[in-house]
Nanobody
Framework: QVQLVESGGGLVQAGGSLTLSCAAS????????MAWFRQAPGKEREFVAG????????TYADSVKGRFTISRDNAKNTVYLQMNSLKPEDTRVYYC?????????????????WGQGTQVTVSS
């Protein structure tokens, strides 16, 4: 069983930066691929970024490529999402997810564990 706790959300002006963190419990973190998803009210949860268990492979949604960076520290059981050049359309609840596999995926259904979410609001 893996428990995930996100932090770092908040209110930021357009063009600003935020770093989200996701702390994972359990002894399997270094074998779990991890990802960030986001969701707006009334919309489906969408993939943002993913990282393999070793951290050697990453992938991003086109909408955030070049602005967001996903990384992980397996010694700290933590995954990060560095978000730069934020836009109002990035306003969402951001969720951390863990997969019971070392291979990254952009498919929501491939992730087994989810955090409670953290709100990111970008003002124009």
């Amino acid at each position: 069983q893996v428990q995930l706790v996100e932090s770092g959300g908040g209110l930021v002006q357009a063009g600003g930066s935020l770093t989200l963190s996701c702390a994972a419990s359990g002894r399997t973190f270094s074998t779990n691929a991890m990802a960030w998803f986001r969701q707006a009210p009334g919309k489906e949860r969408e993939f943002v970024a993913g990282i393999s268990s070793s951290g050697g492979l990453t992938t991003y949604a086109d909408s955030v490529k070049g602005r967001f960076t996903i990384s992980r520290d397996n010694a700290k059981n933590t995954v990060y999402l560095q978000m730069n050049s934020l836009k109002p359309e990035d306003t969402r609840v951001y969720y951390c997810a863990a997969r019971a596999s070392p291979y990254l995926s952009s498919l929501r259904g491939n992730y087994n564990y989810w955090g409670q979410g953290t709100q990111v609001t970008v003002s124009s």
